[in-house]
């Protein structure tokens, strides 16, 4: 009896031991690609994005089309494949769509890793590309709005790609989104809702990214932060994974004061994420706050906080990754 009671302490043993080296192997892959997502790559295409010579990247005219040309061309550098019958990247947006909001058509910019387990569950991860243009001959940026989170969305893209390349691809489809239309009415968001590339009832959650390069008045002196809106809306699970992915790898101070429903600036409703979660799909909401550059010609690439880019852009891969390798899909809560 002595003998079995020893065996069985000895298997446990054992399990709990090849339990706990699984887990930290998968947090040793984890932030190996994590750090895929570096400062000085982000500052190269940022300096881009944000040049004078595409012109504030307004929507359907030069700057725009330019700044869809990049992004085209770096997914397709990546290897990166873009969904089925949109074989250049490009989901077209006629100009009737826009409301008079744009001089001509524009377009979504797709990209996407195919799942190894759950390839028909799609997590999206967005971000806008367009900005304000011009006035007159003065050009306005965007260098936080949003090319802080277009090329976040870059690097969490290649992250993603080269830890495919390494056989480790995510469970789920992931598909990379750079919406057009943003600053003159949410309608790249909108025209994916009604146009989806993949169904919106397979699509597990949304990831917004728009503008966290900066830093607001509020954390001038305490600039380890990131303001959180969304995550607890639809799906309390998802507030908690995005909680413990944060407190286990960027250990970011996350403001919640934006996600009040009393809040008067309403940012819920203001950014792409918002056309995602009236469709019942959860979503999470980065932002940095409002500067003094906000919607400014002033808001420009040298301004920047280029390692608190990273750091942030890193907490969204992160969640990425906990959503698309888990075993479940997340819980959307009852209403």
Not at 45 to 69: C, F, P, W
Request: hydrophobic share 35%; glycine share 6%.
């Amino acid at each position: 009896m002595h003998k079995i009671i020893l065996l069985l302490l000895i298997i446990t043993s054992l399990s709990c031991g090849s339990s706990k080296k699984t887990n930290l192997d998968e947090d040793v892959t984890k932030t190996k690609f994590a750090s895929e997502i570096n400062a000085s790559e982000i500052k190269e295409h940022l300096y881009v994005l944000a040049s004078d010579i595409l012109e504030g990247r307004k929507t359907g005219e030069k700057g725009q089309k330019m700044a869809a040309n990049y992004l085209t061309a770096y997914y397709e550098n990546l290897g990166l494949k873009a969904p089925k019958g949109y074989d250049d990247y490009r989901q077209e947006i006629p100009k009737e769509f826009f409301n008079k909001q744009s001089r001509s058509s524009s377009e979504n910019i797709v990209a996407y890793i195919k799942g190894s387990e759950f390839p028909e569950e799609f997590i999206i991860i967005s971000a806008h590309y367009d900005h304000l243009g011009k006035k007159g001959d003065v050009v306005y940026n965007g260098a936080d709005d949003d090319a802080s989170g277009t090329t976040a969305l870059m690097e969490i893209a290649q992250a993603f790609q080269v830890a495919k390349k390494n056989g480790s691809g995510p469970k789920r489809s992931i598909l990379f989104l750079s919406l057009t239309g943003e600053e003159v009415g949410l309608f790249g968001s909108k025209f994916y809702v009604s146009h989806p590339i993949f169904p919106l009832e397979n699509t597990v959650v949304n990831l917004n990214i728009d503008m966290i390069g900066r830093v607001d008045k509020k954390h001038k002196t305490r600039t380890n932060y990131i303001y959180l809106i969304g995550a607890d809306k639809l799906s309390k699970e998802l507030h908690d994974l995005s909680e413990e992915a944060n407190k286990k790898y960027t250990q970011l101070k996350l403001d919640y004061t934006y996600n009040d429903d009393k809040d008067p600036n309403r940012y819920y409703y203001r950014s792409d994420h918002y056309n995602f979660a009236k469709n019942d799909i959860p979503v999470i909401f980065y932002f940095n706050g409002e500067h003094e550059d906000y919607h400014e010609p002033t808001d420009t690439a040298d301004k920047i906080n280029y390692d608190l880019l990273a750091k942030r852009t890193q907490l969204v891969f992160y969640t990425a990754w906990e959503i698309a390798n888990r075993e479940n899909r997340l819980v959307v809560d009852d209403k």
